[in-house]
Nanobody, 125 residues
Framework: QVQLAESGGGLVQAGGSLRLSCAASARTFSSYVMGWFRQAPGKEREFVAAISAVSGRTVYADSVKGRFTVSRDSAKNTVYLQMNSLKPEDTAVYYC??????????????????WGQGTQVTVSS
């Protein structure tokens, strides 16, 4: 069973940047679609970004498009989320997730069967 571990969260001022990392425990990571989700207090978990396994196609939520960049390094079994121009509304626990390839939307959390433990991102105003 592949395990995922996020890191890189923290406290940052509005307008600042953070880079989240998600390390996978197995080389089969390279065959997974990898996504990032977030959950703010009192809100449902929402899709942030995803990257496909082979082509590297990326998908973003409208709320982060142009500010966040998802990437992966298969040699390191790691996926990244570079977050720039952070806003207070980006404050949430961020989770990385993995799923197999397929035609369903990358934004559907129910399609992912691997989840990390989450990392807190707090953006102060």
């Amino acid at each position: 069973q592949v395990q995922l571990a996020e890191s890189g969260g923290g406290l940052v001022q509005a307008g600042g940047s953070l880079r989240l990392s998600c390390a996978a425990s197995a080389r089969t990571f390279s065959s997974y679609v990898m996504g990032w989700f977030r959950q703010a207090p009192g809100k449902e978990r929402e899709f942030v970004a995803a990257i496909s396994a082979v082509s590297g196609r990326t998908v973003y939520a409208d709320s982060v498009k142009g500010r966040f960049t998802v990437s992966r390094d298969s040699a390191k079994n790691t996926v990244y989320l570079q977050m720039n121009s952070l806003k207070p509304e980006d404050t949430a626990v961020y989770y990385c997730a993995g799923r197999g390839p397929g035609p369903t939307s990358y934004a559907l959390a129910t399609e992912y069967n691997l989840w990390g433990q989450g990392t807190q991102v707090t953006v102060s105003s």
